[in-house]
């Protein structure tokens, strides 16, 4: 059924009766074309454009949990494309083309509200590094401002600027980032894949794979075994133990991100705004809440949760920033095991295996990817060559040393 | 109506002769001490305190505890405003000023609920379904509509005029929870010695047992919970916290709690913080957290005038305060028959007590006999009917099934109980779904906690303080403290009956969720449309996402889906509860780490000096640097740094270098340790020379620079970029203990014990022999270029190195630092012949541009030695940290950018850092980016600006001219790639 | 989180740098050596259970510690000195 207002009221006359599941909740076939593996929002997404853009038929997801129980479901919802390095700033900037369409594409409100993403600087020094940065965004076609600190209070009054340890010298803006409804886009992908006869198997746990020698020619599982002409992983977090099934080990490791929403309030910040001297974000809601984060804690983890001084260091790079949110109080934290690439940037290639495809290493940054993401994936896996904005996350980067390292912090996963 | 007419003339915890005035909405009322705001509000017979979020229904006091989901206010007025502040917990105090929220224009007439004519359309998730047309409407009119209308209360919008603390302790065992089992467990924990913590969230110990009329050890609750505070108030090694909630469990046994130290006043004492967060390291604790009671899902029941019957109990018996006049009691659970006893007792008419069982004990039916109170078995509450006052009426159906209108204003709801044990989950444990309960009961638990009381599921007084003294007692043995066994307290209440039912079918709208508005008829939409995961019912439908978190609506949305979709409460499960259990202000998880306290400030011993000398200071990581010393009459920072260039390289002057990392390096193997970590070789540096090296991460590219001086063969001293000071030694220190431990090298920081000052240009030495002359040599013969020499100085010892960022005639003088500000001041005074002047970092920058030497712009962790033309140091005759992967073919790549000058061809043309580097005509897009600007500067000696780059094959282009591209600084400059090197490339003056 | 630090005690988290798991240097000098350092610096076992790992005391003693931890339950199964626990 078309959503829409009239269809909305159409149904209000007759008690909302008449709505269908979202998406068909599928039993396992004996075989596909091809398998994804996560039915998170790279997951779908990819298995809805390999449906809608490859015309691929015989497609399924497989989700160890309920779709979206994983990243999806744990992110601050920030979508961006303000990236530095060439490997990175096309494909983010394609990412951010398809979420300015995806509404209409997709018939599914995933509010897609770009209310800005505003990087705020303290030094002459992380100012020189902002312009570097908008310079590429603008080299790739993406917008991106800088502001000075007369116009960043012009923006948002209420931030410290007169009593700050570190005072605040502007930022760079970006006023088509935002913010999107996270668990809509996974419910508007699982829909749109769904209707074009994708296979959505919840519950349905990989347990291994099926090799014919080099080649990876299906999947063992909780629900039996499934044949699969190519199998493509979108399982972050947990890509290296799916990965050691097939006896690869990655350059990877998965930590916890942990995030946090207070209480909701009547608007009080506008668009998205990160702190330069500190690790720190935020974002508000349309709910009213104040969505923030800051750096993940730093080990090894998949326990999906934190610890304090992780906590605490957010809090106070929150009250650093903007003292007026002291009062607020924060309502509930969570944790998201994400997948640590070595240089911070992620994996879209084939893997030694033939038939068996990645899609690894989105750190804590994988939401705002997601449209672009399942699009170069599903090019990978329909046309067995990289799409061209994804072309430089290739696995064996790390072997030759055409790394993409936007922080520069080297093969140091926790300081990415 | 006649102020507080509602309170009873007798009884209840609240002092009678401590009146307090204070105002709702803005009309002034009275109330007592020990009142909370929500029983002084219901005593002076207020129901209609707020408007729900999504329908703008009136809204009343629902419960009298922190799981209130209605009755929320924004408390206190101006900078100190609180949103979303629960009435049930603010303690009365004299002046508090408190708010309804989200209505417009006032509570009474309430233009929003005009959203209820509407609430056909507004179901779980209708915003997925429409707004998506036109496109451009989203952020321009939707969704600015959904934002003012989304929300509760209004934050204050400045800054929080309070102060918080952060406090660490520690224990062998924590009580959370100061109720009955609680007092229990500390009573038996406390008797042993054992350091105990006891955390409740009240102002005053007891929990139920202020509320209830039972009787522990023969003396009423309230009183025995009195007794038992005072003898644990005078044991030394009890620590009780009231006002404090234990928010989280954490690894490792910790816990972090929450104290509200002043919230019960109007403001903080002066020096008194708001509220202390507490850090709590506890070997065993024991969580006695009580249990939450179950509204009963079924039409209007939502209207001011319904309540939870153990709240109406707390109404009555701890505030003295009467809900309402004409009562019922609905309900499954014996528990509630209390409330409808207690109300008759106080004078209030209970109209009938409706139990959907049909068969209850016998002694509850005689009770109610002797009361005089009807009892409708097997019946149910269909619908309420209510005013703006709140409830006038509910429907009863009977057992028959034939329904009867009965007139109430008071409905005390209640399906049992739920245990409150959201801290058994935070480490990721799950609880099990009990049918003997019917309520979710903690299973496996946190190392080192258990569980006691109602929060147990032992929701009767007896059985809750027998567990209580049990697992106070084993929690205490545990951690190694004797105990001499005491009986448990005694009461001989009955275990409560209670048979589960969750909903009755409506065709009003019957609220789960009360503050986000989630109906019985938004969970069957969600069942219908596939969200049949708790989680995603949760996520589709925000069942539980409010400020009450999910408190007293969880159990009830999933006890519905179960139904719904065929599945037991075991097989459905619960969501998982997070940190923090109860919500806590974002200032107090800061502390004081605000403001300028964000964070420590670092100054060097010469501060006070450059300070007296009028020096601008600039951030570098945490020390504070002078950026530049400004003169009378300039104007601006250019002029400033300009002239100090000039004098420097025409004169002498002096910088504070103190902030550069130092380490200490000495032992038989130091030699061979610095020559597996430079790229360069250490070993074979003569004692009383210094040598610049370069340091690789294990992936080949450059971490820090900086030199090393040998002062005897087993003794460097190895000097790091301010920026990487800590980096380094962590990086030392892993390459002596993990990669060599066999080699003889011991390490030490030795930044903060050092003042090193820099003192280059062409009077440099004229100013050291004046300065030195009589205790060390200074002559070029006696220290050349990179000559380093230890040495007595005014008794006391100090090392000058021969070393120079700036390309002049320069040194570094080391003095302990306590002696800093006096050596600096020796320095000029000395100086001041030969027109010495005192320079900023600005300078410095400027210096080590016009002489092409790479700093924290150029190793910013992507480049390579080779690419900062610094590849010919790598040294081919042994192995270092990162030589092996430097030689990786990404790394080696003719193509990468590499280190270039640049001088703009428009001499007036102004460069800046950060602009990317296009060949001229070339389109601006990603493929043709080429290089990008590292470093500016203006050089007084060359009259125009120049800068560094990277820049693709940079060192075979020089001639070459490029575009500097700066869009976002609207810069497009033509350059020409010249030499790094702007200033005496044959480096004379260095050697002067 | 609390790491007992055999030289300091049971301390907070927030006094360590985690450093990664424990790969040892492999011998520079061998003919594949480039490829034994890629392994070694980038690729991860990265297992859901016990690890061990390094950490850095870096505002205590300022010792390398091997902790042992199961990082599905953060449990830490043991902390011992690097300089003695390398083997």
Redesign the interface.
Known sequence: MRYSLFSLARQALRGHRDWQPVWRDAAPQASYDIIIVGGGGHGLATAYYLAKEHGIRKIAVLEKGWIGSGNAGRNTTIIRSNYLLPGNEPFYEWSMKLWEGLEQDLNYNTMVSQRGVLNLYHSDAQRDAFARRGNAMRLAGADAELLDADAVRRMLPFLDFDNARFPIKGGLLQRRGGTARHDAVVWGYARGASARGVDIIQNCEVTGFVRDGDRITGVTTTRGTIQAGKVGLAVAGSSSRVAEYAGLRLPIESHVLQAFVSEAIKPLIPGVVTFGAGHFYISQSDKGGLVFGGDIDGYNSYAQRGNLPTVEDVCEGGMALMPAIGRVRMLRSWGGLVDMSMDGSPIIDRTPLQGLYLNAGWCYGGFKATPGSGWCFAHLLARDEPHPVASAYRLDRFATGHLIDEKGQGAQPNLH | MMPDSNRLASGGLIDRSKTIGFSFDGRSYRGYAGDTLASALLANDVRLVGRS?KYHRPRGIMTAGPEEPNALVELRAGA?????TRATTIALFDGLEAWSQNRWPSLRYDVGAINWLLS??F?AG????????P?AF??KVY?PA???A???????????P?T?E?INAFCDVLIIGGGAAGLAAALAAGRSGARIMLCDEDCTLGGRLNSDLGEVDGRPGADWARHVTAELEALPNVRILSRTSVF?V?????Y?ALERVSDHLAEPQPHQSRQRYW?I?AKRAVLASGAIERPIVFGGNDRPGVMMAAGVRSYLNRYAVKPGRRAAVYTGCDDAWTTAFDLARSGVTVTAIIDHRATVAPQLRAEATRLAIPVHLGADVTQTRGGRRGLQAITLRRADGREQGLPVDLLAMSAGWSPHLALTT???HRPRWSEAHAAFVPDALP?GMSVAGAAAGAFGLAEALRQGTALGTAAAEATGFAITAAPAPRADDEPIALAPFWHLGSSSKAFIDFQHDVTS?DVA?AA????R?V??LK??T?LG???D?GKTSNINGQAMMAELTGRSMAEIGTTMF???AT?????A???H???????P?RLTAGHGWAEQSNASF??AGAWLRAQWFAQPGETDWLTTVSREVRDVRSKVGVCDVSTLGKIDVQGSDAGTFLDRVYINMFSTLPVGKTRYGVML?????VMDDGTAARFAPDHYVVSTTTANA?KV??HL??AR???W?ELDVQLVSVTEQWSQYSIAGPGARQLLDRLLGDVVDVSDAALPYLGCVEFTWRDVPARLFRVSFSGELGYEIAVPAQYGDAAIRAIMEAGAEFGIIPYGTEALGVMRIEKGHVA??EI???TTAADLGLGRMMSQKK?YIG???A??????DPDRPTLVGLRPINPMARL?????MLALGAA???E??EG??TSIAFSPALGHWIGLALVKRGPARHGERMRA?????DGDTEVELVSPVFIDPQGARLHG | MRIPCPFCGERDVSEFAYHGDTAKRPDPATDDGQRRFFEAVYLRDNPAGPHRELWYHAQGCRSWLIVTRDVRTHEVLGAALATRGAA
């Open positions: 979020f100190r405003r609180e949103p979303n056909p359309l179901v209708f915003y997925y379904k429409t707004f998506m047309w496109a989203w952020e969704e959904i934002r003012r989304a929300g509760l209360g209004r934050a204050s919008g400045e800054a929080d309070d918080y952060k989280g954490y690894d490792g046994g910790t972090g850090k390291v935070h480490l990721g190392p008829a939409l219908r449309e596939g969200f995961s989680e995603l996520r589709y925000t996402m409010a400020t978190q997070r940190a923090p919500p806590v202000a974002i200032g998880l800061a502390g780490h605000r403001g300028r306290d964000f964070r400030t600039v951030e991460r294990e992936d080949g590219l800590a030694m962590q220190e892993h203990q993990v990669l431990p924290g712009n910013n962790g992507t192995d030589r092996v992967l030689h990786r073919p990404g790394l080696t800046r850092a950060g602009a990317h601006p897009t990603t043709n980016d990008y600007v591209y700066d869009p976002v600084r």
